[in-house]
Structures are given as structure tokens and as C-alpha cells.
DNA sequence: GAGCACTGC
């Protein structure tokens, strides 16, 4: 344990008044406040915060706030929290840690006496939202002053007033990137850690060494019970190697009896509607969840329930209530998503069968939304889970077997609100051999050339040797250091280069930063800077079963044939034209939530763009502006290329030489040689999605160092480049060469580096850039 | 011939 220089810190209270009652914190000593003072502040009649008097709801949420088992163990919480720097805190869902802990925290560490702050971190938006307001309304403060939230797009906090913050730790962690010491926070508090977020796992590395330069700095960690041990040892004393303190907080469950099948079922969708409505037949009222993979199998999934249980009434109206199956999965809009807390529906007739409600739904009732009134979970064990394969740089969604974690959250379900039941579509033996004990954690399964990027910003030198929770593979971590390398953000040591420091600071995957900060320099800086909101928002396509067709057509009429990304900025400024009309939206089957999404982002960008000075332009002609974005495109994505191999409309991937296809919703109206694409998605076939037709010529031209043919893999792609290159270079001769509106000046510029044969000579454009950010850089030091 | 869930000053 580190020294603490709080502990000298005077008590709290004026020294000229004479009683508590003025300063209910009085003789609070910073740090080491007991449990019995903490009570006796909650039950004042002013409220130590504000000096007000408590409001008279304030004493009823206080009865509530007493009932959770985490006030019970107050007394070890505050104790723990005195005696060490770093606690780890395990606890059932119910035992009320994310709400109480912090403000015990608060209590003791009484951050607002020293112009600190208490920062609690979770993984989802809504999660901090939603508990910052509960927390203020327990601690009897307006939202966003004593207490607030900050997450993108929203802050709601008040500086000098807030001193419990609750934020998503992408936000905790976009801010070390300019503040590595987070001198702000005297107290950080992990929530949800065994979720293993990527941001999760790399703020947990971060506080490990940050605990060693500030021993002022306390710092919880929070996590469901099975990944306890692995946090201890991670957390253990480097002298000592005692493990770190840990401290259980019971939660308040009601049992849930678990249910195993005798044989492996060889289809579980078919099993899983089977159980249901044996559920429905035979168990006791109450209303059934069922986790399914994904929005096309629930859909289906409810049709079939539907259509069975009414064949159930019709048959034995006397025994058998009605039913409503409600899906739930996250591209469903907000409303439709409400549903789930509809009430189950009333009987028939009086004092007939009563009704049932069921929702099937994907793992998102697994973490982020939580319904009460669930008596039964039926889990077949399976959910879709990202996957990346550092070989051909491809993430994709599987289905998988889901983990032994995993299941116990599901079961956990079922017993919010009274006694229930699990049905598992699986055996116990499979359960207990096959189910590994946890998901694996983001950072295994993720392209990582974000984080890496986030992580040389954050000064962190040695990637390799940094110390992770679980590190990723080393393909993983080369992978994304070679991208970054080939989009000049790394220099060839690995240390980051001027452009990359800017590219860092756009929450941005790295190759669309790069696109957005090169735009200038193409004329189309107002163009990229939609087409990138809108490739980071989901999907703008709404396409509903039985209006295909219609769907289709009306997105004919909204493409333009030289490419998808040129479609996503016509789509947007379409949507502007028509003033972000939601009827427009829908009449063109849009989804205006993402269009509005979209919009916002873009707002955010422009501002970043603004804080780096980079020029908002755009060209006149509308040809000539299409033929810039789509140089500008390669400029991000020159690794995402494929090229056309025979007439069956099959492609190949640069370098990578993956086989695949054109994804069906992509707009060309041909099928050009060369073509960039945003995304590679593997389902039913690998699949290219969001396709831009490019020249060769560009290639080479704006991703000289990646087209380099003397490296370049044997094959087909090869010798079309080496054709291109060929007449390029006799072309080049010619005085009246510039392709693209360069001088000839710059032109025979870039010819003499390549003369010179060097191997990683920077792209022309970002020469500019990079000379430019290295001024700016100066003149804000 | 077609997408689990999150996130980013």
C-alpha cells in the first residue's frame, strides 16, 4: 500500500460554527469516514451536499437504499476502501454496488473538498445515463450538478459542482489520451468489468501502472463473482504478490431451478418453440424469455409461436390463456423495443386461462435491458459472437456456443422478481465440459488497429509488452501496427507520427480518419465528412419482409452507379434537402433514427475538424467532385481493394487474395476491374459492402508504398498493375501528364522518390498534411 | 441474394 496524502487533510467544517447540524460532515476525515458517520449523514435532515433542507421523498428512497444488501455491508465497503489503493468488488446483480458504492466513496473520500472528482465507468450510454439519474435522485441533488454523466454527444455535468461523475469508459478513456495522470479523479470505479469491453481492458492496464505514478489515486474495480480471482492476481501487490483485496456484496436473487435436456438437440430454434409452449401449457403463470441469435431467426421464431398457440387455444380453450410473442433485438426501433414492457394479456374470459406474455430476443436482454416479471428463461445456448481472423484482417459474426457466464446471466433472468425457472437446450454434461467458463474478451477477438493507435497516443511505447488482463495474439497487434504504418500514422520504429496524433483524436476507425484528414487536399472535405458519419452509423437501409421489393426499388432511385459511398452522401443530402423529414425517411425506406445518428456525428466531426483547422471545401462540378471523393477514398482505403477476376462477378482482395462477391445491396450498376470496399462480412459467403469503383492509376499513385509491385504478391492483380504501371510511366513522359490537376512540378516530385526507390516515401497529399499539422502542433505549444 | 451486443471530448 502507498503512502496517502489525504489522511493529513483537515476534518471538514468550519471551525467558527459550533454544531453539526450546520455541516453534517462535520469531523469527516477524508478516507477514513466510518460506516456510522456515513448513516448519520444519510438520516440528517440537511443534506451534506447541498446544505439544504432533504426534500420529503428523500427519506423514502432512503428506507429503499437500505433494504440492498451492499448497505449492509457498509461498514466493510468503507473499510476496505480506507485501508487500500486498489479493491476489487464482487456482486450479484440486486446488491445495489453500482448505486451505493460510489456514493459511500463519495462519503468518505469527499472528493468535492479537494476540486476532485468520483468517476464510475460502464460499459453502455444508457446504463450511465440511467444510473446518474437514480444516484442524484438518491443523494437528493438536480441531475448534472452535484452528480452527472458524461458520455458522447452529452455532457451532463457541471464543473466545480460535479463530484460523481458516471461516463462510459470509451469517454474515460478518449480523456487519458490528453490527461494520462487523470489528475481530475481522486477515486475511479470500473463498473462492470467482467464485460471486458475493449475500452474496459485497456483502462485496466492503464490504472495498474497510472496507480504506481499516483499513489493518491484510489481505484475500484467492479465484476460479477467468476472472474474475481483472475482481477486479484492481476491487481496482486508487485512487492508482496499478496492478490488485491477483494470484497463479496451479496445480491438479492430469487432461486431459479435449472433445467437440462437428456440428449443434445439437433435443432434449437425447433426445440426452443417446442419448450415454450410446453411452458405454456404446463407451468404456472408467468412470462417465458427466450434467447435466440439473431433478428431473422426471432422474427420466424415468433411467427411459429404465434401460429402454434393459437392452434393450442382453438383446440383446449378451457385450459390453454392467450399469448403475445414480442421480439426484441437492437435495430428495432425505440418504440417497438418498449413492447417488452407491455403487460402480459388479460384472460379470455373472466376467470379464464390467463395470459402469457414471451419475449424471444438476442443477447441484448443478456446485458443491457432488463425485464421484470420474467419467470421462466428458455436458452439454447447459442448467441452470435464477433470474431477476427488477423490473417485476412476479417471480423466477422458467428454463431457460437455461448459461455458458462454467459448461461448463469441468462438463468439469473428468470429470477428477478420471484422464484423461476431455466430451461437449457443442452445437457448438463455438455454444460459442464464443453461451455468454456468465460466469453473471451474483446480485445481476442477484435481488429485492433484502433486500439493500437489509441495506445501510442497514450504514450504506451512497447505494445507487446504491455501489461494486458489478456493479451491479444501478436498477428493481432502486428496487423494493425503494419496498417497504421502503411497510413503514415506510424513511422517505420512504430512512433507516431504528427498525422497520427491527429488521426488519434478522431473516434474514428484509423483509415477513416486518415480519409477525412486528406479531404482538404482533394477538394471534397464537406463530402468525406458525410460519407464518414455515415459509414459509422448503422445500417440507413430498411428493408421489411413483404416490402422487399418495394424497398429495393425505392433505393434504385437513390443510388448512384459509380459507387456505394457516393450513394451514402446523396442519401444524406437528401435527407437534408427534405429537412430530416421522418415521412421522407420512411417513404424511401430509410431509417431516420440512423439518418439522425448519422447527422450528429457528422456535427462532431466538423467540430474536431475545426479544433485541427482542416479546410471544409468543396468543387463546383459535380463530376469532377465524385472523381475526387473517389481519390480520396484510396487514400484510407487502398488496402481494402479487390480486384475483378473472370466474368462469373467473382473478385479477389489485394494482397490477401480472398475469393469474394459483390454483396447484393450494392448499387453498381456494372461490375467495374477495381473497386474499394469498406467492409468485408462473412455470412452465407464472404461478401464485399459498400463498393466504390477506383482507377488503378490511383493506386499507385495515392498508396505508392502499398502498390509497391516489387513486393506485391504473384497473380492476376499483379500483372494488371504492372500493365497500368507500364503505360503510366510512358504517359509520365509526356509533358501534359497531370492526371489529376498536379503540377507537373509536384508530379516530377513524386517520380524522383520513386526513382530513388525508397521504401516507405510518404503519399504526396499527406506530405501536406503532415508539414501542416507539425506547424499547427508548434503554434498550439 | 442479406446484420449479436456495445462504444468514441
Known sequence: MSGNPYTKAPPVGKPGRPKSVQEPLFRFLPRHVTAAQVQKAMEGDINPFTKQPHTPQYKKILEMRKMLPVYAQRNEVLKMFSDNQIVIIVGETGSGKTTLIPQFVCYSDLPHTKGKLVACTQPRRVAAMSVAKRVADELDVPLGKQVGYSIRFENMTEPGTTFLQYMTDGMLLREAMNDPDLQRYSTIILDEAHERTLSTDILIGLLKSLAKRRSDLKIIIMSATLDALKFQKYFSSSETREPAPLLRVRGRMHPVEVFYTQEPEPDYVEAAIRTVLMIHRAEDPGDILLFLTGEEEIEDACRKIKLEADDLVNQDPESVGPLICIPLYSSLPPQQQQRIFDPAPSPRVPNGPPGRKIVVSTNIAETSLTIDGIVYVVDPGFSKQKVYNPRIRVESLLVSPISKASAQQRAGRAGRTRPGKCFRLYTEKDFMKELEEQTHPEILRSNLSNTVLELVKLGIKDLVRFDYVDAPAPETLMRALELLNYLSALDDDGNLTALGSIMAEFPLDPQMAKL?????????????????????????WLRPPYRRREADEAHALLSVPDGDHLTLLNVYNNYKQNLGDRNWAWNNYLSQRALAQADNVRSQLQRNMERFDIDLVSTQDQRKLYTNVRQALVCGFFMQVAHREGEKGAYL???????????????????????????????????????????????????????????????????????????????????????????SKQQKKAQQRQKKGQQKSPMDPVDVIVVRMQQIQMQQQ
Open 653 to 743: 482482395t489485394v494482397k490477401d487474395n480472398q475469393v469474394v462477391n459483390l454483396h447484393p445491396s450494392c448499387g453498381l450498376d456494372n461490375q467495374p476491374e477495381w473497386v474499394i470496399f469498406n467492409e468485408f462480412v462473412l455470412t452465407t459467403k464472404p461478401y464485399i459492402r459498400t463498393v466504390t469503383e477506383v482507377r488503378p492509376e490511383w493506386l499507385l499513385e495515392y498508396a505508392a508504398n502499398y502498390y509497391d509491385l516489387s513486393s506485391f504478391p504473384d497473380g492476376e492483380t499483379k500483372r494488371a498493375l504492372q500493365r497500368v504501371a507500364g503505360r503510366r510511366s510512358k504517359k509520365a513522359i509526356e509533358p501534359e501528364g497531370s492526371s489529376n490537376g498536379r503540377s
Open 516 to 540: 477525412l484528414i486528406v479531404s482538404p487536399e482533394f477538394r471534397c472535405s464537406n463530402e468525406i465528412l458525410t460519407i464518414v458519419a455515415m459509414l459509422s452509423v448503422p445500417n440507413i
